[in-house]
């Protein structure tokens, strides 16, 4: 079993139910062991757009992950993304943060996730439930990324 990290926000639809819907469809595949807290966020990139709930959890599976991103882009398709805008809105994205200590550099995945150091509602909910796991690359603990980061991305905590 490999231990990840999986990044879930959505912004369009009723943001709760897509999230408690991703994270239900990851079974039996992806066991979750741990959700962060849900955190309301200023749109990055595309600000023209409504704000999304974030969170990240622990989860371990038995698959690799180029077969783990097919499962969650299967979820993402069934709760109603279809193509559109780069980071525009959507009704739920799914996205592999950290596989186990690997470094994967693959036309359609790379993880650690190549932007997470910029991602203030991507830190912020990973340093809730693992603030000392280390980027294989930087060698960077998560909570230090979160305390470089100038801009919190007008992260507010989202009561569930």
Known sequence: MTLVYV?????????????????????????????????????????????FLNMVLSAETDLGAPALLVVLKSIEKKLGRGPGERNGPRPIDLDIVFFGDEVIDLPDLTVPHPRL????????????????????????????????????????????
């Open 7 to 51: 990044a879930l926000g959505g912004n369009i639809g009723d943001r709760m139910a897509n999230l408690k819907a991703a994270i239900a469809a990851l079974a039996p595949e992806v066991t979750v062991l741990e959700r962060s807290p849900v955190y309301e966020t200023d749109p990055k990139y595309v600000t023209d757009q409504p704000r």
């Open 117 to 160: 150091a910029e991602r203030a509602f991507v830190l912020r909910p990973l340093a809730d439930i693992a603030s000392a796991r280390m980027h294989p690359v930087t060698g960077l603990g998560v909570g230090e990324m979160l305390d470089a980061l100038e801009d919190d991305g007008g992260l507010i905590s989202f009561q569930t």
